[in-house]
Protein backbone atom coordinates (compact mmCIF):
# COMPACT_ATOMS: atom_id res chain seq x y z
CA UNK A 1 0.00 0.00 0.00
CA UNK A 2 1.47 3.30 -0.93
CA UNK A 3 1.36 6.45 1.53
CA UNK A 4 -1.23 7.77 -0.94
CA UNK A 5 -3.39 4.83 -0.57
CA UNK A 6 -2.51 4.64 3.60
CA UNK A 7 -3.79 8.14 4.14
CA UNK A 8 -6.90 8.04 1.90
CA UNK A 9 -8.52 4.95 3.63
CA UNK A 10 -7.26 6.59 6.86
CA UNK A 11 -9.24 9.60 6.22
CA UNK A 12 -12.37 7.33 5.08
CA UNK A 13 -11.57 5.39 8.64
CA UNK A 14 -12.14 9.22 10.23
CA UNK A 15 -15.09 10.27 8.22
CA UNK A 16 -16.73 6.66 9.23
CA UNK A 17 -16.03 7.27 13.15
CA UNK A 18 -17.96 10.53 12.65
CA UNK A 19 -20.35 9.60 11.09
CA UNK A 20 -21.09 6.54 13.72
CA UNK A 21 -20.51 8.50 16.68
CA UNK A 22 -21.47 12.09 16.09
CA UNK A 23 -24.42 9.67 14.19
CA UNK A 24 -26.06 9.33 17.07
CA UNK A 25 -25.55 12.57 18.37
CA UNK A 26 -27.39 14.05 15.85
CA UNK A 27 -30.21 11.80 16.45
CA UNK A 28 -30.41 12.73 19.83
CA UNK A 29 -30.82 16.45 18.94
CA UNK A 30 -33.25 15.71 15.91
CA UNK A 31 -35.47 13.54 18.40
CA UNK A 32 -35.17 15.77 21.17
CA UNK A 33 -39.14 17.46 20.90
CA UNK A 34 -40.29 14.11 20.29
CA UNK A 35 -39.02 11.90 23.14
CA UNK A 36 -38.99 14.96 25.29
CA UNK A 37 -42.09 16.31 25.18
CA UNK A 38 -44.46 16.26 28.45
CA UNK A 39 -41.54 17.81 30.34
CA UNK A 40 -37.88 19.35 31.05
CA UNK A 41 -36.92 16.53 32.95
CA UNK A 42 -37.31 14.20 29.99
CA UNK A 43 -35.24 16.69 27.84
CA UNK A 44 -32.68 16.69 30.04
CA UNK A 45 -32.80 12.67 30.06
CA UNK A 46 -32.63 12.53 26.86
CA UNK A 47 -29.72 15.68 26.31
CA UNK A 48 -27.32 13.51 28.96
CA UNK A 49 -27.11 10.73 26.97
CA UNK A 50 -24.80 12.24 24.52
CA UNK A 51 -23.61 14.49 27.74
CA UNK A 52 -20.54 13.21 28.32
CA UNK A 53 -19.45 11.82 25.02
CA UNK A 54 -20.52 14.88 22.32
CA UNK A 55 -17.93 16.95 21.99
CA UNK A 56 -15.37 14.50 22.04
CA UNK A 57 -17.09 12.59 18.90
CA UNK A 58 -16.43 16.21 16.94
CA UNK A 59 -13.11 15.42 17.02
CA UNK A 60 -12.83 13.18 14.51
CA UNK A 61 -14.51 15.47 12.04
CA UNK A 62 -11.83 17.81 12.66
CA UNK A 63 -9.01 15.18 12.66
CA UNK A 64 -10.27 14.42 9.38
CA UNK A 65 -10.93 17.65 7.95
CA UNK A 66 -6.60 18.21 8.78
CA UNK A 67 -5.79 14.91 7.74
CA UNK A 68 -7.46 16.36 4.62
CA UNK A 69 -5.56 19.38 4.23
CA UNK A 70 -1.84 18.20 5.18
CA UNK A 71 -2.20 15.14 3.03
CA UNK A 72 -4.36 16.15 0.05
CA UNK A 73 -4.37 19.78 0.01
CA UNK A 74 -5.83 19.89 -3.53
CA UNK A 75 -8.84 17.93 -2.49
CA UNK A 76 -9.30 20.49 0.29
CA UNK A 77 -8.76 23.66 -1.28
CA UNK A 78 -11.43 22.49 -4.37
CA UNK A 79 -13.68 21.15 -1.74
CA UNK A 80 -13.53 23.79 0.67
CA UNK A 81 -14.27 26.71 -2.08
CA UNK A 82 -16.70 24.72 -4.04
CA UNK A 83 -18.47 23.79 -1.42
CA UNK A 84 -17.52 26.92 1.19
CA UNK A 85 -21.61 28.21 1.73
CA UNK A 86 -22.82 24.53 2.67
CA UNK A 87 -19.73 23.35 4.95
CA UNK A 88 -20.20 27.22 6.34
CA UNK A 89 -23.87 26.42 7.37
CA UNK A 90 -22.43 23.04 8.99
CA UNK A 91 -19.94 25.13 10.81
CA UNK A 92 -22.15 27.46 12.11
CA UNK A 93 -24.51 25.06 12.94
CA UNK A 94 -22.17 22.87 15.00
CA UNK A 95 -21.32 26.33 16.44
CA UNK A 96 -24.93 27.03 17.01
CA UNK A 97 -25.90 23.30 18.39
CA UNK A 98 -22.36 23.37 20.74
CA UNK A 99 -23.21 26.95 22.65
CA UNK A 100 -27.19 25.63 22.93
CA UNK A 101 -25.44 22.34 24.70
CA UNK A 102 -23.17 24.08 26.87
CA UNK A 103 -25.33 27.05 28.15
CA UNK A 104 -28.61 25.56 28.50
CA UNK A 105 -28.23 24.71 31.95
CA UNK A 106 -26.60 28.16 33.10
CA UNK A 107 -29.97 29.71 33.20
CA UNK A 108 -33.07 28.29 35.33
CA UNK A 109 -35.49 29.72 32.62
CA UNK A 110 -38.36 28.03 30.58
CA UNK A 111 -38.17 30.57 27.80
CA UNK A 112 -34.20 30.08 27.76
CA UNK A 113 -34.30 26.67 28.01
CA UNK A 114 -36.86 26.72 25.09
CA UNK A 115 -34.50 28.51 22.90
CA UNK A 116 -31.83 26.23 23.37
CA UNK A 117 -33.65 23.27 22.15
CA UNK A 118 -34.52 24.94 18.93
CA UNK A 119 -30.44 25.80 18.90
CA UNK A 120 -29.83 21.91 19.32
CA UNK A 121 -32.14 21.02 16.90
CA UNK A 122 -31.31 23.19 14.14
CA UNK A 123 -27.30 22.41 15.07
CA UNK A 124 -28.32 18.63 14.39
CA UNK A 125 -30.99 18.74 11.21
CA UNK A 126 -28.85 20.68 9.63
CA UNK A 127 -25.41 18.60 9.53
CA UNK A 128 -27.07 15.61 9.10
CA UNK A 129 -28.91 16.36 6.12
CA UNK A 130 -25.96 18.68 4.98
CA UNK A 131 -22.87 16.01 5.16
CA UNK A 132 -25.46 13.14 3.18
CA UNK A 133 -25.64 16.15 0.06
CA UNK A 134 -21.71 16.64 0.02
CA UNK A 135 -20.76 13.33 -0.27
CA UNK A 136 -22.84 12.27 -2.63
CA UNK A 137 -21.89 15.37 -4.73
CA UNK A 138 -18.14 14.37 -4.09
CA UNK A 139 -18.67 10.56 -5.54
CA UNK A 140 -21.36 11.67 -8.43
CA UNK A 141 -18.28 14.23 -9.26
CA UNK A 142 -18.45 18.08 -9.56
CA UNK A 143 -17.85 20.61 -12.30
CA UNK A 144 -14.17 21.07 -12.01
CA UNK A 145 -12.10 22.49 -14.48
CA UNK A 146 -8.40 22.90 -15.45
CA UNK A 147 -7.70 25.13 -12.63
CA UNK A 148 -9.19 22.92 -10.03
CA UNK A 149 -12.17 25.40 -9.49
CA UNK A 150 -15.74 24.23 -9.32
CA UNK A 151 -17.69 25.91 -12.06
CA UNK A 152 -21.07 25.83 -12.68
CA UNK A 153 -24.64 26.77 -10.70
CA UNK A 154 -25.64 25.36 -7.71
CA UNK A 155 -28.42 24.06 -9.43
CA UNK A 156 -26.23 21.25 -10.65
CA UNK A 157 -25.41 20.02 -7.18
CA UNK A 158 -29.01 19.74 -6.29
CA UNK A 159 -30.03 16.41 -8.37
CA UNK A 160 -31.88 13.48 -7.22
CA UNK A 161 -28.93 11.51 -6.42
CA UNK A 162 -27.81 14.27 -4.12
CA UNK A 163 -30.94 15.13 -2.39
CA UNK A 164 -31.98 11.32 -1.51
CA UNK A 165 -28.07 11.54 -0.16
CA UNK A 166 -29.29 13.90 2.19
CA UNK A 167 -32.34 12.08 3.21
CA UNK A 168 -30.07 8.65 3.14
CA UNK A 169 -27.39 10.75 6.16
CA UNK A 170 -31.06 12.09 7.87
CA UNK A 171 -32.84 9.10 8.41
CA UNK A 172 -29.83 6.61 9.35
CA UNK A 173 -28.92 9.16 12.30
CA UNK A 174 -32.24 9.58 13.69
CA UNK A 175 -33.08 5.68 13.64
CA UNK A 176 -29.28 5.92 15.13
CA UNK A 177 -30.34 8.48 17.76
CA UNK A 178 -33.06 7.26 18.46
CA UNK A 179 -31.53 3.47 19.39
CA UNK A 180 -29.02 5.48 21.29
CA UNK A 181 -31.58 6.84 23.59
CA UNK A 182 -33.17 3.66 23.70
CA UNK A 183 -30.31 1.84 24.68
CA UNK A 184 -28.87 4.51 27.42
CA UNK A 185 -32.31 5.46 29.12
CA UNK A 186 -34.45 3.30 31.64
CA UNK A 187 -38.59 3.68 31.71
CA UNK A 188 -41.01 5.57 29.48
CA UNK A 189 -37.86 7.34 27.65
CA UNK A 190 -36.35 3.94 26.72
CA UNK A 191 -40.79 2.66 25.87
CA UNK A 192 -41.04 5.93 23.77
CA UNK A 193 -37.53 5.65 21.97
CA UNK A 194 -38.08 1.77 21.08
CA UNK A 195 -41.63 2.50 20.04
CA UNK A 196 -40.04 5.23 17.40
CA UNK A 197 -37.20 3.13 16.26
CA UNK A 198 -39.88 0.64 15.35
CA UNK A 199 -41.42 3.21 13.38
CA UNK A 200 -38.34 4.80 11.63
CA UNK A 201 -37.09 1.12 9.88
CA UNK A 202 -38.82 0.54 7.16
CA UNK A 203 -38.46 4.26 5.57
CA UNK A 204 -34.76 4.03 6.68
CA UNK A 205 -34.19 0.71 5.23
CA UNK A 206 -35.65 1.51 1.86
CA UNK A 207 -34.01 4.96 1.58
CA UNK A 208 -30.41 3.18 2.53
CA UNK A 209 -31.33 0.47 -0.14
CA UNK A 210 -32.45 3.28 -2.78
CA UNK A 211 -29.68 5.09 -1.77
CA UNK A 212 -26.50 2.26 -1.85
CA UNK A 213 -27.91 0.32 -4.82
CA UNK A 214 -27.82 3.42 -6.82
CA UNK A 215 -24.25 4.53 -5.44
CA UNK A 216 -23.09 0.42 -6.41
CA UNK A 217 -24.46 0.61 -9.78
CA UNK A 218 -23.25 4.08 -11.10
CA UNK A 219 -20.15 4.42 -9.69
CA UNK A 220 -19.25 1.47 -7.09
CA UNK A 221 -16.52 -1.57 -7.98
CA UNK A 222 -16.87 -5.08 -8.05
CA UNK A 223 -16.01 -5.03 -4.30
CA UNK A 224 -18.01 -2.37 -3.06
CA UNK A 225 -21.02 -4.60 -3.18
CA UNK A 226 -19.68 -6.31 -0.07
CA UNK A 227 -20.24 -2.73 2.23
CA UNK A 228 -23.58 -2.36 0.71
CA UNK A 229 -24.69 -5.87 1.99
CA UNK A 230 -23.18 -5.26 5.08
CA UNK A 231 -25.09 -1.88 5.44
CA UNK A 232 -28.17 -3.84 4.60
CA UNK A 233 -27.44 -6.68 6.84
CA UNK A 234 -26.68 -3.92 9.33
CA UNK A 235 -30.32 -3.27 9.20
CA UNK A 236 -32.00 -5.99 9.27
CA UNK A 237 -30.19 -7.34 12.64
CA UNK A 238 -31.22 -3.50 14.00
CA UNK A 239 -34.70 -4.19 12.97
CA UNK A 240 -34.64 -8.02 14.48
CA UNK A 241 -33.23 -6.33 17.35
CA UNK A 242 -35.54 -3.54 18.47
CA UNK A 243 -38.25 -5.32 18.22
CA UNK A 244 -36.37 -8.03 20.69
CA UNK A 245 -35.85 -5.10 22.66
CA UNK A 246 -32.46 -5.88 22.39
CA UNK A 247 -30.85 -2.79 22.39
CA UNK A 248 -27.29 -3.48 22.17
CA UNK A 249 -27.61 -5.73 19.11
CA UNK A 250 -29.91 -2.75 17.57
CA UNK A 251 -27.13 -0.42 18.19
CA UNK A 252 -24.19 -2.31 16.76
CA UNK A 253 -26.86 -3.22 13.46
CA UNK A 254 -27.15 0.66 12.85
CA UNK A 255 -23.63 1.26 13.60
CA UNK A 256 -22.37 -1.66 10.96
CA UNK A 257 -24.82 0.07 8.55
CA UNK A 258 -23.42 3.50 8.77
CA UNK A 259 -20.17 2.16 8.90
CA UNK A 260 -20.30 0.11 5.65
CA UNK A 261 -22.54 3.01 4.13
CA UNK A 262 -19.25 5.22 4.15
CA UNK A 263 -17.12 2.43 3.28
CA UNK A 264 -19.25 2.10 -0.23
CA UNK A 265 -19.09 5.53 -0.72
CA UNK A 266 -15.31 6.21 -0.26
CA UNK A 267 -14.66 2.76 -2.13
CA UNK A 268 -16.64 4.42 -4.95
CA UNK A 269 -14.59 7.25 -5.30
CA UNK A 270 -11.67 5.39 -4.85
CA UNK A 271 -8.65 5.99 -6.39
CA UNK A 272 -10.43 9.81 -7.14
CA UNK A 273 -10.69 11.90 -4.16
CA UNK A 274 -12.99 14.67 -6.51
CA UNK A 275 -13.90 13.85 -10.05
CA UNK A 276 -15.02 15.99 -12.51
CA UNK A 277 -18.06 16.22 -14.70
CA UNK A 278 -16.36 18.39 -16.88
CA UNK A 279 -13.46 15.80 -18.68
CA UNK A 280 -11.59 12.36 -16.95
CA UNK A 281 -8.60 14.94 -17.31
CA UNK A 282 -9.36 16.93 -14.48
CA UNK A 283 -10.24 14.40 -12.07
CA UNK A 284 -8.58 14.97 -8.68
CA UNK A 285 -6.64 11.74 -7.72
CA UNK A 286 -5.23 10.39 -4.58
CA UNK A 287 -1.91 10.99 -6.71
CA UNK A 288 -1.95 14.05 -8.28
CA UNK A 289 -3.99 15.98 -5.27
CA UNK A 290 -1.40 14.49 -2.39
CA UNK A 291 1.10 15.74 -0.10
CA UNK A 292 4.98 15.28 -0.55
CA UNK A 293 6.17 11.99 0.08
CA UNK A 294 8.04 13.00 3.15
CA UNK A 295 5.22 15.17 4.33
CA UNK A 296 3.20 11.86 3.97
CA UNK A 297 5.78 10.02 6.03
CA UNK A 298 5.96 12.34 8.44
CA UNK A 299 2.18 12.02 9.22
CA UNK A 300 1.99 8.47 9.18
CA UNK A 301 4.29 7.91 12.02
CA UNK A 302 2.49 10.23 14.08
CA UNK A 303 -0.54 9.09 13.40
CA UNK A 304 0.77 5.44 14.14
CA UNK A 305 1.83 6.86 17.45
CA UNK A 306 -1.28 9.24 18.39
CA UNK A 307 -4.09 7.32 17.09
CA UNK A 308 -3.97 4.62 19.84
CA UNK A 309 -3.48 6.65 22.39
CA UNK A 310 -7.06 8.83 21.81
CA UNK A 311 -9.11 5.51 20.54
CA UNK A 312 -8.01 4.14 24.21
CA UNK A 313 -8.95 7.39 26.06
CA UNK A 314 -12.26 7.72 23.94
CA UNK A 315 -13.13 4.23 24.74
CA UNK A 316 -12.44 4.22 28.30
CA UNK A 317 -14.80 7.25 28.36
CA UNK A 318 -17.62 5.34 27.01
CA UNK A 319 -17.18 3.10 29.56
CA UNK A 320 -16.95 5.26 32.56
CA UNK A 321 -20.87 6.68 31.29
CA UNK A 322 -22.36 3.17 30.13
CA UNK A 323 -24.95 3.00 32.84
CA UNK A 324 -28.78 4.21 31.86
CA UNK A 325 -30.37 7.41 33.13
CA UNK A 326 -33.69 8.22 34.19
CA UNK A 327 -35.88 11.09 34.56
CA UNK A 328 -35.59 9.84 38.72
CA UNK A 329 -31.77 10.64 38.46
CA UNK A 330 -32.30 13.85 36.97
CA UNK A 331 -31.61 16.91 39.89
CA UNK A 332 -33.34 20.54 40.30
CA UNK A 333 -32.16 23.16 38.03
CA UNK A 334 -29.28 25.13 39.58
CA UNK A 335 -29.16 27.58 37.05
CA UNK A 336 -28.90 31.34 37.16
CA UNK A 337 -32.40 33.17 37.05
CA UNK A 338 -32.64 34.97 34.14
CA UNK A 339 -32.11 38.58 34.65
CA UNK A 340 -30.49 40.46 37.52
CA UNK A 341 -30.19 39.16 40.81
CA UNK A 342 -32.00 40.75 43.67
CA UNK A 343 -30.11 41.06 47.05
Not at 79 to 100: D, E
Not at 138 to 155: N, W, Y
Given at each position: MSLQEFWFVLIGVLFTGYFVLE???????MLMPVLGKGSDTRRRVVLNTIGPVWDGNEVWLITAAGAMFAAFPEWYAS???????????????????????EYRA???????????????????????????WVFAN??????????????????DLFSPYALLGALTTGLLFLLHGAIFVGLKTGGEVRADAVRLARLLLAPTALVVAGFGVWTQLAYGAGWTWIPLGVAVLGLAVAAVAVFAERDGWAFTGTTFAIGAATVLLFGSLFPNVLPSTISDAFHLTIDNASSTPYTLKVMSWAAVIVTP?????????????????????????TGLPLGPVKD
Open positions: GFDFGVGLFSGFYFVLLLILVALILRICAIKIDDPAWRARCDIGIGIGSWVPALAWGIVRGVPLDADKQITGSAAVVLGYQGWTYWVFRKRLTVEQIPAH
